[in-house]
C-alpha cells in the first residue's frame, strides 16, 4: 500500500482543526495539526509534507506572514488558504495569495469535498514537480561526468616538442559539447591533426563525439605512409559513422597531415570552416587552399567517396600558425537571441591581432594564448553569448632560438621537480650557478603554490603548464603559462612588504605561504595577464652574465 499524503492543518480554533483533521483522515490523508504559526513552523522543519492548510486570521501572525516562512523551509510545497475572505474590496486577499505560484484558497464555506479535492490536486503538481527536480539532479550529474569523460579523452591543451607546438581552446555551449580534436605524433617531425563537429547539440551530439573520440585513437599507431593518406582516414571515419550513427549523427572534419621537417603538409577539408593560416611576423593570412578542393561532412551520405584529389597539398613557412576552428564562432553574439553575431570579418582580424600578439612578445610568446585572446577580445567588444561550442586549436613550428628555452611542465611534484631541475641547469649555463638557484627556487615555489592552491583533483592529474626561459642582457625572463586559479595578489606586492610577510610567517613557525615571498624576492618584477582561465606570469631575474647573455638582445 502506497504511503499516505502528509498534510498539516493550522488553524488557531480547536473546533476547526478538529473538523478538518477527522475528514481529512476519513479521506486517507494523514494529518498533523498546529495551533500556533511557531508550532506548525517546528513541525515543517521536522518533518516532510506534501501540503499545508493554514488559516488567515490568527493572533500575532497571519497566513501570508507565516507563509513567508515556510518559504525559507521549502519553496515549492502547496499552501492552501482555507478563509472567508473571498470578497474584499479591491481584491486585496487574492493578490496576496497570487503573488506566491504555490499558494492556493479554499472557502471555509464550501463543503470539505472541495477542500480534499484541492488538496489532491495540488500534492499531485507538487510530487510531480518533486519528481521533475530529482531527474534534473541526476541528469546534472550524468552531464557533470559525461563532460569530465569528455575533457579527458581530449589531449591535453597544449604541447611542446622539438619541432613544434599547439595549444587548444574547448568551450562547450553547455556542460557538453560536440566539437572534437585530435593530434597524433606520429614521428618527432610529422603529425596527424584531426578537428570535427557533430552536427546538433545537447546530449545526442555529445554521446556521439565520445563515439567518434573512441574510434579515432586507432590512428595514435598509423606510420607515415598510412598517416599521409588523409582521404582514406577521412573514408575510415565516414565508414564508422554511418554504420554506427547512421540517422542520428553526422560531422564536419578537417584532416591534416604536418610535415614540420620538410615543410609540407596535405590537408582535406569536409565541411569545416577553414583552416586559417596567419604570419606571426606580419599577421597577414594566406590560403593554403586556393583550389578550394574538399569533401562532404563525414556520415551524411553512405555512397560518399573520399579521393586523393580532395587533398590539397601545401607549404609550411618559418612564421606559420595554423588556427582550426569550429562554425561556432561565427555565433557567439552580443545579445541573448544571437541576433546580432560577431562578423566574420571581425573573427578574422581578431585572429590576425592575436597572432601578431604573440610575436610581440618575443621567443617566450609561445602560441599559448592565441584562442584565449581572441575570446576574451569578443568579450571586449560585447561578443560574450554562446550560440553553439566554440574550440580553438593552433599549431605552428617552434623558432629554431637557443637563447630561448621552452617546455612543457605535467603539474604533478616529481614532474615539476624535473623541469625545474633542466630550467636551472639552462640558465646556469648561461649566468652560472646562483642564477641556477634562482631559477630552480624561483620556478618550484610558482609550479607547486599552482599545484597546492590552483588546481583541482582532475587539474592535479591531468594539467599541463608551460614556462619559457628568455635571455636578456642583465638577466633573464621566466614566462609561466598555468591555468590555474587567478593570482594577481603578488605582482602588486613590494620587496619590502614580501620581507615583512615572510618575517611574521618565520616568527609564528607558519607551516605554509613562505612561496609566494620567496617568489617575490627572487624575481626583480612580476607581471600577470588572464585571458579567459588562461594566467600569464612574467617574472624578470636580474643577474650577472657569465658571458652568454651578452649578445642576446641590442
Known sequence: MADKLKVLVLDDERLVRFTISAYLKGADFSV??????????????????????SDVMMGDMDGFMFRSLVREIDETIPVVFLTSMMNDVGNAFMERVTEDVHSYYVAKSAPRSVLVGKLRQVVKAYIAELNVRSMERHLAKDLALASFVQKAMLPQWVHVDRRYSYTSCFTPYREVSGDLYEWFPVSEDTALFIGGDIAGHGTTASLAMTAVQAFLKQFSSLDEKRARRVDRIAQSIHSFLHSNLRDVAYMVATIVYFDFKNREGLYLNCGNPGIMVVSRATGEQREINPGNLGALPLGLFGEAQY?????????????????????GIYDVSSDRDGLDAVPRDIVGEIISLAVRQTEAEGRTGLFAAIPHRIMSALADMGYVHRQDDVSFFVVGANPADESCFLLEVKMRPELIDESCRKAAVWVASRYGEEAGVKADLLLNEHLMNIYRHGLDDFGRQHEVSVLALDLAPDGFDVTVWDRGATWKDVASETESEADARLEAQNANLAAGGRGRCIVRKIADSISVERFMNLNKT????????????????K
Open 307 to 327: 579521393r586523393e584529389e580532395d587533398v590539397a597539398p601545401f607549404r609550411i613557412e618559418d612564421d606559420d600558425v595554423f588556427v582550426s576552428m569550429s562554425d
Open 32 to 53: 498533523t495539526t498546529a495551533e500556533t504559526p511557531s508550532e506548525a513552523i517546528a513541525c515543517v522543519r521536522r518533518e516532510r509534507f506534501h501540503a499545508i492548510v
Open 538 to 553: 612574467v617574472f624578470r631575474v636580474k643577474c650577472a652574465s657569465n658571458g652568454a647573455g651578452k649578445e642576446v638582445r
